[in-house]
């Protein structure tokens, strides 16, 4: 699997760390019973109001290990905390998983491990376990089974940043490696004071620093809150289950849907759900009916893509089956508040060829400030709430990358430019066009499906009241996203942070040919990249296209385009698509500059929905149209088309100029229709834009930046 560069932990965590958080304090009765625990155990001397192995100045970390190891299991044992056992690891490594960081290891003090139906399905810990630990050695003190976790530190080398990105590497682990995760509960213990450090894809919250010394009561109740044997209520999602099916532990996921009604389905029949799709999202129009069920889909154990980091979307998607919907995907992920839901778009785009294919949707909301404590939202500056949404998908196949041969990598990428043209007709555009989101169709897939277009999370409503969305290095993946929305990081705005474009402002619009462009650094990222199926191995040009730098991603593709493409850079295997590269590589820098030209002409704003529709047909024929002639050649053997280019470009008025003659040229096979796969468009049709001679694209004189650079 291609792996991608994801933002700098550190600068991530610090902007969205809600610091100093009280912790939940116990209710009367839970403190007469914590009390009565600390006169019982020799652990804790009231006199000296201090647990008394703990030294008062440690030398190093491995110093605190056996005392504070003592405290932990007997505060196990005080809660009767029957489905987790402590496994100390001391300075033991346990691996991260291999396809997220290779070999890296690391190694959390304390890790205590589960059983149960959400955790992993077990029911019983190994026979070399005790009441409350297990030795080290044993097999199931790995991330895939740590349920809470936390490190030992002195004082001196305590700080509230510096252990939140330590434990944010054990957190990601967890997430990443059992992916029914919602938060992860993490500590810090000193020789004086005990921290709890949570983490979900809102960012990082820590409470105060509680003198366990001093204040027995509240560190007893507040180790009880993290490592309860409630799963729910330590991050665990309630809907993901694990279940013994004739010995073998099997997952589930089940909850209530809305599933989309067939079009022969009797609705008579039933009670159908009638949800508005166009309450929020803009005026996106009628949608299929539903109707209610309770589903219970079977999902591999493992998932098939998910994304890393903390933060963010942290999708996940489950191949799965279902008795009445058949082989199927399940998407769970996250989105911002207040942003459209995917399954609104799916609904909408349901028929619509080419593009992924929603069978059902979650009715579950579920929000991150709902399991946060009091008070762990902060005062918002660092807190942006994300709900949690899940989706039932169709099944295809795997994604462009694990393409087997050159005709299927050509057909995948024109079903789903197809399908993204589909949605653009509807006024919804994309935004996040990748490689992990084109997969291939299903063996002996019909016209039209051989290419899917999935992932519409990032997706927005042209026809809504704020449609105007500008171009933002923070949307996308940074690998494929376009010159402009790279070069966004240059725009200085009064909000930084605003998702719209004002009336006067110089900031471009996302535009459906940013996407287009990004299907052709997905095309290069293969060509570049694989020297065959299977076959793949970096570059430094592709490490620098995916840089967590906005700034140097956009001076290394610039300087791809700037310069005649080079032929030397697509690997042996990938040869013949050497003409196909070159005309979408001039293609791509044609449309830059056309938009570049509004911008240097101050008429970025006049270039709105109604301009880009204009110009979007003869631009979605072009690169059809290069695709399917590739596709024609290769499969009669015959000599594949050349290119050329000129100099000059007109702004027009606010929509983008004709293509210039010389890249309209080959004018042999035309490209399928999204609404109508198996007929061709006429010639006629094709050349209906007029084609004004433009001398072609200008290439820039230089690389570098005017303005100073921002962190991604």
Same mark, same amino acid.
């Given at each position: 699997m291609t792996k991608l560069s994801q933002p700098h932990p550190k600068h991530d965590l610090e902007t969205h760390h809600v610091d100093q958080v009280a912790p939940p304090k116990p209710d009367d009765a839970q403190a007469t019973n914590i009390r009565s625990f600390l006169r019982e155990t020799p652990l804790y001397d009231y006199a000296q109001r201090r647990w008394l192995d703990i030294p008062a100045s440690p030398i190093h970390e491995r110093d605190l290990y056996l005392p504070q190891t003592a405290i932990l299991s007997a505060l196990m044992e005080f809660f009767n905390i029957g489905d987790r056992r402590l496994g100390v690891t001391g300075n033991?490594?346990?691996?991260?998983?291999?396809?997220?960081?290779?070999?890296? @290891?690391?190694?959390?003090?304390? *890790?205590?491990?589960?059983?149960?139906?959400?955790?992993?399905?077990?029911?019983? !810990?190994?026979?070399?376990?005790?009441?409350?630990?297990?030795?080290?050695?044993?097999?199931?003190?790995?991330?895939?089974?740590?349920?809470?976790?936390?490190?030992?530190?002195?004082?001196?080398?305590?700080?509230? /940043?510096?252990?939140?990105?330590?434990?944010? =590497?054990?957190?990601?682990?967890?997430?990443?490696?059992?992916?029914?995760?919602?938060?992860?509960?993490?500590?810090?213990?000193?020789?004086?004071?005990?921290? =709890?450090?949570?983490?979900?894809?809102?960012?990082?919250?820590?409470?105060?620093?509680?003198?366990?010394?001093?204040?027995?009561?509240? !560190?007893?109740? /507040?180790?009880?809150?993290?490592?309860?044997?409630?799963?729910?209520?330590?991050?665990?999602?309630?809907?993901?289950?694990?279940?013994?099916?004739?010995?073998?532990?099997?997952?589930?996921?089940?909850?209530?849907?809305?599933?989309?009604?067939?079009?022969?389905?009797?609705?008579?029949?039933?009670?159908?759900?009638?949800v508005p799709s166009g309450d929020d999202d803009g005026k996106?129009?009628?949608?299929?009916?539903?109707?209610?069920?309770?589903?219970?889909?079977?999902?591999?154990?493992?998932?098939?893509?998910?994304?890393?980091?903390?933060?963010?979307?942290?999708?996940?998607?489950?191949?799965?089956?279902?008795?009445?919907?058949?082989?199927?995907?399940?998407?769970?992920?996250?989105?911002?508040?207040?942003?459209v839901p995917e399954w609104k778009f799916l609904? @909408?785009?349901?028929?619509?060829?080419?593009?992924?294919?929603?069978?059902?949707?979650?009715?579950?909301?579920? *929000?991150?400030?709902?399991?946060?404590?009091?008070?762990?939202?902060?005062?918002?500056?660092?807190?942006?709430?994300?709900?949690?949404?899940?989706? =039932?998908? *169709?099944?295809?196949g795997d994604s462009i990358d694990h393409f087997k041969d050159h005709i299927q990598i050509l057909v995948t990428l024109r079903d789903a430019i197809n399908g993204h043209r589909g949605l653009w007709d509807m006024y919804i555009l994309h935004r996040d066009v990748s490689i992990t989101n084109i997969l291939m169709g299903v063996l002996d897939a019909p016209e039209g499906w051989k290419g899917v277009l999935i992932d519409l999370d990032m997706a927005v409503s042209l026809l809504s009241e704020s449609s105007k =969305?500008?171009?933002?290095?923070?949307?996308g993946t940074r690998a494929f996203q376009s010159l402009h929305v790279l070069n966004s990081y240059e725009y200085e705005l009064a909000d930084p942070d605003a998702q719209t474009v004002p009336p006067d402002s110089q900031r471009l619009m996302h535009d459906y040919s940013d996407d287009l462009e990004s299907f052709y650094w997905c095309l290069c990222w293969i060509c570049f990249s694989y020297d065959g199926p299977g076959k793949f191995a970096q570059t430094d040009m592709l490490t620098e296209w995916g840089s967590d730098s906005p700034r140097q991603a956009f001076a290394a593709k610039m300087l791809h385009l700037a310069l005649p493409f080079q032929k030397e850079a697509v690997k042996p295997w990938f040869r013949p698509f050497v003409p196909l590269l070159e005309h979408l590589h001039d293609f791509c820098l044609e449309n830059y500059n056309g938009r570049q030209t509004l911008v240097e002409k101050e008429r970025a704003h006049i270039r709105d929905v109604s301009a880009m529709r204009k110009d979007s047909k003869q631009r979605y024929n072009f690169v059809l149209h290069a695709i399917q002639t590739t596709i024609d050649d290769l499969e009669a053997g015959g000599p594949l088309f050349e290119s050329d280019d000129e100099d000059d470009i007109d702004v027009g008025g606010g929509q983008l100029p004709s293509l210039s003659v010389e890249l309209l040229k080959p004018q042999r096979a035309l490209p399928y229709s999204h609404s109508s796969s198996t007929k061709r468009k006429s010639q006629e049709e094709l050349d209906e834009s007029p084609t004004k001679k433009n001398r072609g694209p200008a290439r820039p004189s230089s690389l570098r930046h005017s303005g100073e650079s921002h962190d991604a």
């Open positions: 033991k490594d346990i691996d991260h998983a291999v396809h997220v960081d290779g070999q890296l @290891k690391t190694s959390p003090a304390y *890790r205590f491990v589960g059983r149960g139906r959400l955790v992993n399905g077990e029911s019983r !810990f190994p026979p070399s376990s005790t009441s409350c630990s297990l030795p080290i050695d044993c097999g199931r003190t790995d991330y895939e089974f740590v349920t809470t976790l936390g490190d030992a530190k002195t004082d001196a080398d305590s700080n509230p /940043l510096g252990d939140g990105i330590q434990l944010s =590497v054990h957190a990601e682990q967890c997430f990443s490696q059992q992916h029914n995760r919602e938060f992860v509960l993490t500590f810090i213990m000193t020789e004086k004071s005990f921290r =709890v450090f949570r983490f979900d894809r809102c960012g990082m919250m820590s409470t105060t620093y509680v003198n366990f010394h001093e204040d027995p009561v509240a !560190f007893v109740h /507040l180790f009880g809150l993290i490592c309860s044997d409630d799963a729910e209520s330590i991050g665990y999602n309630p809907t993901l289950y694990f279940e013994d099916v004739h010995g073998q532990c099997t997952r589930y996921y089940e909850s209530t849907f809305l599933r989309i009604l067939d079009d022969e389905a009797p609705q008579s029949n039933l009670a159908t759900n009638e996106l129009g009628t949608a299929r009916p539903c109707v209610e069920e309770k589903l219970k889909i079977r999902v591999n154990s493992r998932p098939l893509h998910f994304r890393r980091g903390l933060r963010g979307r942290g999708g996940v998607y489950w191949a799965g089956e279902h008795a009445t919907l058949g082989t199927v995907i399940v998407k769970q992920s996250y989105r911002p508040s207040g942003r609904r @909408k785009a349901v028929g619509v060829t080419g593009v992924g294919q929603m069978l059902a949707y979650d009715t579950r909301v579920w *929000r991150v400030t709902e399991s946060r404590w009091p008070g762990g939202t902060g005062d918002g500056t660092k807190f942006h709430d994300c709900e949690w949404s899940s989706i =039932v998908l *169709r099944r295809y =969305v500008g171009v933002d290095y923070r949307t």
